[in-house]
DNA sequence: CGGTACTCCTGAAGGC
DNA sequence: TGCCTTCAGGAGTACC
């Protein structure tokens, strides 16, 4: 389940990889994902130099040097394989999308599930998409810290664990860090947005910079030996505190003294894992 | 306009 | 063993 910390090792092993190599070939293997592919797709990116990655919340971001930008969204099982030059390709049933670069690397995009978004879009323009322009603070940006935490929460009257998964409020956190980083700030995930107190606030802004950087940090030790393993980038080895641990007993650092069970409830349909004695 | 429920999709996992 | 049901979830849309 890709969320900002997964996209952004995508695009770190992408930068390692495709940055600065020219696209020759693109072969578009569906009419769709989530939404259409880009009629324009294959014109768009063929024959162009990748001349920047970057991230922008859950979306990677090829900038192309015909000012075009290929926009890639992994929806929860999209993944992404870049090969060595010239290793000889087999394509499988849910592989979508596919780039040939002059290095003679392939980059696949994979996803089952077919939640993933790929496009083309002008890069600037980009940020008026409808699909960007309502997205919040970078996280991990200067754009986003307590003080504005605290006055978005003051605004809303759901529980918190929506408001963190609400990509408006702040961008990039996903049902998985929504949970981490609750957990780490010792707030229950049931709580009422504008009831959060400022010093809450700043715990829990802390948490959200930790967890996610934390994550970043992992998914970077895992990308330094990406060549000894199959290409796939942005799924590494987590160790989450609740997050997928119902009924398991609580880390031995927990406020609970490792005593308690990991929880778990359904906020708008969303699992929530918490621990009731540390989170109030 | 804020909040919530529903929708898309397919593979994995669990029940019988 | 095999069929069926349920669950996973990002983000748009419909609706109150």
Redesign the pocket.
């Known amino acids: ?1 890709p ?1 900002l910390p997964e996209v952004e090792t995508v695009c770190r092993g992408l930068q390692q990889t495709i940055e600065r190599d020219t696209i020759i070939h693109t072969n578009v293997r569906r009419a769709d994902l ?1 939404i259409p592919f880009t009629p324009t797709l294959a014109a768009d990116t063929q024959n162009q130099k990748v001349q920047t990655i970057r991230r922008r ?3 990677a971001l090829l900038d192309l040097a015909n000012g075009k930008t290929l926009v890639i ?1 992994l ?3 999209g993944r992404v394989l870049v090969t060595e030059p010239d290793q000889p390709i087999t394509l499988e ?2 592989d979508h999308f596919v780039l040939k670069f002059e290095s003679g690397r392939h980059m696949i995009y994979t996803d ?4 993933g978004m790929i496009f083309s879009h002008d890069t600037q323009t980009l940020n008026d998409h ?2 960007f322009t ?1 997205i919040g603070p970078e996280p991990l940006s200067n754009h986003f810290n307590s003080d504005f935490l605290f006055k978005a929460l003051q ?5 918190i664990k ?1 408001a963190l ?1 609400d ?1 408006k409020l702040v961008a990039g956190i ?3 860090y929504a949970s981490e980083a609750l957990y780490e700030a010792g707030i229950h995930p049931q709580r009422i ?1 504008n009831t959060i107190t400022q010093d809450e606030c700043a715990s829990l802004y802390r948490s959200v910079c930790d967890v996610l950087s934390r994550a970043i940090d992992a998914g970077g030790s895992s990308l330094k030996d990406y060549k000894h393993a199959d290409g796939n980038m942005g799924y590494f080895q987590h160790n989450f505190a609740v997050y997928g641990r119902e009924d398991e007993q609580c880390r031995a650092n927990c406020a609970c003294g490792g005593k308690g069970r990991v929880q778990k409830i ?1 906020q ?4 929530t894992y918490f621990c009731a004695t540390k989170q109030v």
Not at 155 to 159: A, Q
Not at 268 to 271: D, F, L, N, P
């Open positions: 389940m969320e989530r919340s859950k979306y969204h929806g929860m099982s049933k849910h089952a599930r077919r939640f409808k699909l309502n605004k809303r009257k759901s529980n929506a998964l990509q996903g049902n998985i947005s359904v708008s349909g969303r699992s």
